[in-house]
């Protein structure tokens, strides 16, 4: 009954995260009855992302250049590190407030059961940050579940012959959650009551 252009939105929308075939639908209704040229432009965006996002040559975030805006920036406190699962497991963090140290990005958590052992994620350019540049304390803040818990593990392991302090983000954070939806006054308090690992 659907159009054609219509059908194969709907099945593209249906890939993003959280949006199931009723959301789908909708959104292709509301993009169909946009006027044309703010269509254009989400699709110019999209686009746009896709052509000039790439990871940071430091720290593995997300940038449009060489370099990410916190690996730039000449008043971050270059001697603390916290290691992330996920770009997006910045935000949270920043938006705290409490922290103005670096960043490392692991894109992704040990996880055997998906089949991703610390060789498929970024420890070997953490490892080889730490020994190149004098860094005080490793702050370990992946998400707290199985597998973000045995990241932590693991990376302790791995950076405490190297003379650096690791500590872990507070328990405060609900398990099983995702960084990514934490609220700021909860993401403060972790990182007020981090413990060494």
């Known amino acids: 009954m659907l159009a054609e252009p219509i059908k194969k939105l709907i099945d593209e929308l249906v890939k993003l995260p959280g949006i199931g075939k009723k959301t789908a639908t909708r959104l292709a209704y509301h ?64 938006q705290s407030g409490n922290y103005r140290g670096l960043y490392h990005i692991l894109l992704g958590s040990i996880s055997p059961i998906q089949g991703v052992g610390p060789e498929d994620l970024k420890v070997k350019e953490l490892l080889n940050r730490l020994r190149e540049a004098e860094i005080a304390e490793v702050i370990i803040a992946t998400n707290p579940n199985v597998e973000g818990e045995a990241t932590a593990v693991y990376l302790s392991k791995l950076i405490k012959p190297l003379g650096i302090k690791v500590s872990r983000i507070a328990i405060g954070l609900p398990v099983g959650s995702d960084l990514e939806y934490t609220d700021e006054v909860t993401m403060s308090k972790a990182l007020d009551g981090r413990h060494e690992i």
Do not use: H, Y
Not at 62 to 71: F, K, L, W, Y
């Open 31 to 94: 993009l169909l009855k946009m006027p044309e040229e703010q269509a254009k432009a989400l699709s110019r965006s999209i686009a746009e992302l896709k052509e000039k996002i790439r990871f940071c040559s430091v720290c593995f975030n997300i940038t449009d250049s060489e370099v990410c805006q916190v690996c730039s920036d000449a008043g971050r406190d270059r001697k603390t590190v916290c290691v992330v699962e996920e770009p997006s497991n910045i935000i949270p963090i920043e």
